[in-house]
């Protein structure tokens, strides 16, 4: 393990049942480094997330973070790990009965002791980060999909974290409360000395801000690269993903049987 | 047809054994429920926000429903009574169905349909929103956190909201019986004063809203933090706690009141 890696994942195994999600898996995520894991729907980039959070139990290999095997971890240790990280849900996963304010002070009421006039100056910095100070007032169901994000992601920064996660945290929004998203990610990373966890599909964005981009595709890491890397690659699956071309490695069409015998038509007939 | 008997058979066998492995998961979530409830216990502000969503927001469908019942059981009561000339007796059987009876039972029941079912789908759209994973992935456990506070609230708040239902009722009574009809004042309240057994009638009934409390919002947290992450998931948990819950106060009412009141005079 080089000195500077946060997150260390070996031989990692995952099956739900038969079907297996995740084949062989080895990554290294080394620490102040925004990190993102792309593949298409259902490639077991989520299903990656949730083990790193140990949420789920590999069948075979692990993930270490900072030294420690996560899925061997009791459940109090693994509560003291999850302190120092924190995951971004892909809308944001706002308590919807506790104010702005109050959803980002939740850790720090649960967590600490920390008085309360201290507990307002920290949560309105943190507010403040993401450029919604005067939004603290205001329910969850009074935001915009992208302000509900930020929101998210000063809540997932309140005890200044480690290591977050992000689980799509582009998806639906316009375009530029997607680039405020990328551009935050990228600025709260620096400033606080966290690694950053980013798993997407959207590639322009998260080419612009991340510094190693690992692709997934059937379980398997298809390739990787900084972003400089994957844009100029040649392999097929890489360009196809980058480019959004229609065929290639992935196939458009779901596999079916000949198309002709489909429709019943004997060949001769046509 | 040997083949779909064989499947019949099977499909039985499923649904038998699925029931019984989800009474069990449902009693162990109950007893996790309870050894986690430190937390709202010592921090007692969770409960009683709680118990404001289903206590106090519960007030007025149990406290209009309670003085109708009360109006048309002061009603038929006198109906009945008087063609045996025992029409000051209304007030007697009015107060005793209500603090026996349809106190705990109806209160019970609405309370279901109000407070459980709003449980029930507040619960089930924390984990469809995924606020229950982000709050497991914060290391704060959403039984004690979430599910506690909402059993606690219940329990407490089930035995008041009988009580001011059983207590509007006979107020019911007396104003179809004695306001509209003109019963005997003097006899309707003393007549009732004489029936009506603290010990025997209404700690009774108490027991039997307690029991009803427990039952209804364990019913009604586990539906919600087992429902499916999904619109139809929620909203068939919330349609499940209020046919459960309805079931087990009926049935329940019947246990209890086998016990206490066997028919001794």
Redo the contacts between chains.
Sequence with gaps: MTPEALVEIKGLNFSYGERSILKGINMTMLRGKVIAIMGGSGSGKTTLLRLI?G?VTPSSGYVKIAGKVVHELKRDDL??M??K???L???G?????LSVFDNVA??MR??TDLPEPMIRDLVLMKLQAVGLRGAHDLMPAQLSGGMARRVALARSIALDPVLIMYDEPFTGLDPISLSVIGNLIRRLTDALGMTSLVVTHDVQESLKIVDYVYFISEGVIAAHGTPAEVRGSVAPFVHQFVHGEEDGPVSFHYPAEAYASDLKLETGFA | MPRRIVIGIRGVGHRVIDSIWRLGYASRFFLLTLLKSGTSLRRFGLVIRELYFTGVLSLIIILVSGLFVGMVLGLQGYETLQKYGAESAVGTLVALSLVRELGPVVAALLFASRAGSAITA?IG??KA???L????????DPIA?VVAPRFWAGVISMPFLAALFSTIGVFGGYLVAVVVIGVDEGSFWSQMQNAVDFRYDIVNGIIKTCVFGVAVTAIAVFEGYDASPTAEGVSGATTRTVVTSSLAILGLDFVLTSFMFRGMS
């Design positions: 959070g949420a509560f003291r999850r302190r990280m924190s995951m849900f892909q809308f996963a706002l308590f919807t009965d939740f850790q649960e967590h | 507040e759209l924390m929103t995924e606020q994973a982000a709050m497991e992935m914060m290391a704060v956190r």
